[in-house]
T-cell receptor, first 115, second 116 residues
């Protein structure tokens, strides 16, 4: 069975500072990892994914994430935070060896960027 | 490309009535769609997997007679909340599996259901 842990309910960062939103995962097979962002009363928007290849993945809006197999982590990062980045962020995983299976989500981390 | 829509975006209904929520893939065909439920300040919980032309697969604890799912075509899945009660009030989100060659799922904008 797959699972995702996002250890922080809330992350606060000053505008212009780097941000990190943490995610660790557990999956029996090949991890397919995703980050999504959700704005209030909206659906989820895809940010980036790791399937294979380079451990550092670059995505939308200047976000990136680093896949670390030994630590089973996939932390989301951005070098310089914007106030508009304030939202709810979800990490998700599925087993790449299991075909068309649904994503398993972490509980979400609320990012607040302060001007 | 790969846009998923939901209708309605919000609905308010009286207790005991039924509500239908539509999920459409606008520019691709989706053999599989997923229905999630999200409570305030919580994560998405998978309710069921909807497969075109066959019965939906429900997660443990989800009442299939209460949450009726129909996936009649490759671009449309519907979720009907039957005999809705206030505890069914929630944010319902669907997602569709991508066209061949894409791995991420595409999510609809969600439907806010409020049962009075």
């Amino acid at each position: 069975a797959q699972s995702v842990a996002q250890p922080e309910d809330q992350v606060n960062v000053a505008e212009g500072n780097p941000l990190t939103v943490k995610c660790t995962y557990s999956v029996s097979g090949n991890p397919y990892l995703f980050w999504y962002v959700q704005y209030p009363n909206r659906g989820l928007q895809f940010l980036l994914k790791y399937i294979t290849g380079d451990n550092l993945v670059k995505g939308s809006y200047g976000f990136e994430a680093e896949f670390n197999k030994s630590q089973t982590s996939f932390h989301l990062k951005k070098p310089s935070a914007l106030v508009s980045d304030s939202a709810l962020y979800f990490c998700a995983v599925r087993d790449g060896n299991s075909g068309n299976t649904p994503l398993v989500f972490g509980k979400g981390t609320r990012l607040s960027v302060i001007a | 490309g790969a846009v998923v829509s939901q209708h309605p975006s919000w609905v308010i209904c009286k207790s005991g009535t039924s509500v239908k929520i539509e999920c459409r893939s606008l520019d691709f065909q989706a053999t599989t769609m997923f229905w999630y439920r999200q409570f305030p300040k919580q994560s998405l919980m998978l309710m069921a997997t909807s497969n075109e032309g066959s019965k939906a697969t429900y997660e443990q604890g989800v009442e299939k007679d209460k949450f009726l799912i129909n996936h009649a075509s490759l671009t449309l899945s519907t979720l009907t909340v039957t005999s809705a009660h206030p505890e069914d009030s929630s944010f319902y989100i669907c997602s569709a599996t991508p066209p061949r060659g894409r791995d991420e799922q595409f999510f609809g904008p969600g439907t806010r259901l409020t049962v009075l």
